[in-house]
């Protein structure tokens, strides 16, 4: 049995932006997927805890009323839109599907929403581009018809996979914005799944870093970037390129030897060990807890 999320403790508060951060194959997808129930069970399962949205436990949930929750209450931003997106019908009639099938709306008038948000979502020519297909759209305006599909029934929290990743820099950049802009427009809360230590700075109000399934430290941003406590949430912040700092020394961008432990059968005691400069026979005695170091601050490790 393979614990891809283990004791995982995550909270989101209204109009406020987290981010999970991490390297694949550290849990950060899981654990959202695991929030939308969209684990796929069996073999998947949820073993233990709770996953509190507005005060109601989604785990004991029935199929409906999640798929009910998820597409009104919850939308979801995915890394690559052409694989949520169908290739057979125009984005306006995606969108329209939505709308209808939540809001009870007329053909006409969910048609109308949907150019709407097209519109909100700054893609040019809304009208007209309701009736084309995706693959008549570019990456980053793709992107934006997702974002316009997630936010149509106006949810309370988007949770956003990777949704930058597959686009080139200056693309990823708008996108960040728009999502921001949506955040503050809409009044909602975002989860945000990433790799890029960039892209937190960037978007996030509260970060918290995964490894091997587990939370290691969980703070503010300004704590992570001012004062990063896990020896793992310093290497990921080492890896970033500094433009301050090019300018006037020859630093190398620093990488974290090793890889990511298999959860099949993980490492005694903490599971980065392995990698870490610090590491002692103690650390790998027993797994370190989540402990709090500072206000708001908590850290996964014996020092
Ligand atoms: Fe490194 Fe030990 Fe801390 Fe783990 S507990 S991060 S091995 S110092």
């Known amino acids: 049995m393979v614990r891809a999320v283990d004791g995982v403790d995550i909270s989101v508060n209204r109009g406020e932006t987290v981010s999970i951060v991490g390297e694949s194959g550290c849990g950060k997808t899981v654990t959202a997927m695991t929030v939308l129930k969209l684990i796929a069970m069996p073999p998947g399962r949820i073993m233990a805890g709770k996953i509190l949205f507005e005060g109601r436990d989604l785990v004991p949930m029935a199929p409906d009323e999640m798929r009910a929750i998820r597409s009104k209450q919850i939308g979801i931003?995915?890394?690559?839109?052409?694989?949520?997106?169908?290739?057979?019908?125009?984005?306006?009639q995606q969108i329209a599907e939505t709308v209808r099938h939540h809001e009870g709306l007329s053909k006409r008038a969910a048609f109308d929403r949907a150019a709407e948000m097209l519109s909100l979502v700054q893609i040019p020519n809304p009208q007209k581009r309701v009736h084309d297909y995706p693959h008549q759209f570019s990456g980053g305006m793709r992107q934006r018809v997702m974002i316009a599909m997630a936010l149509s029934c106006n949810p309370k929290l988007l949770i956003a996979d990777e949704p930058t990743t597959a686009l080139d820099v200056t693309i990823?950049?708008?996108?960040?914005?728009?999502?921001?802009?949506?955040?503050q427009r809409l009044g909602m809360s975002i989860l945000l799944i990433t790799h890029a230590m960039g892209v937190v700075a960037e978007t996030s109000q509260r970060v918290i870093v995964m490894y091997a399934g587990k939370v290691v430290e969980d703070a503010t941003v300004e704590n992570l970037f001012a004062n990063p406590r896990h020896p793992y949430t310093q290497g990921l912040i080492r890896s970033i390129p500094r433009i301050d700092l090019a300018a006037t020394t020859h630093t190398r961008l620093e990488a974290i030897p090793?890889?990511?432990?298999?959860?099949?059968?993980?490492?005694?005691?903490?599971?980065?060990?392995?990698?870490?400069?610090?590491?002692t026979e103690a650390c790998t005695l027993a797994e370190p807890p989540l402990r709090e170091v500072a206000p708001g601050h908590k850290v996964a490790c014996i020092l």
């Open 77 to 92: 931003v995915f890394q690559e839109p052409m694989t949520s997106l169908n290739p057979v019908y125009t984005v306006g």
């Open 172 to 183: 990823q950049a708008q996108i960040l914005e728009l999502m921001n802009e949506m955040k």
């Open 258 to 279: 090793g890889s990511v432990p298999s959860l099949l059968n993980p490492p005694r005691g903490c599971r980065f060990a392995a990698r870490c400069r610090y590491a």
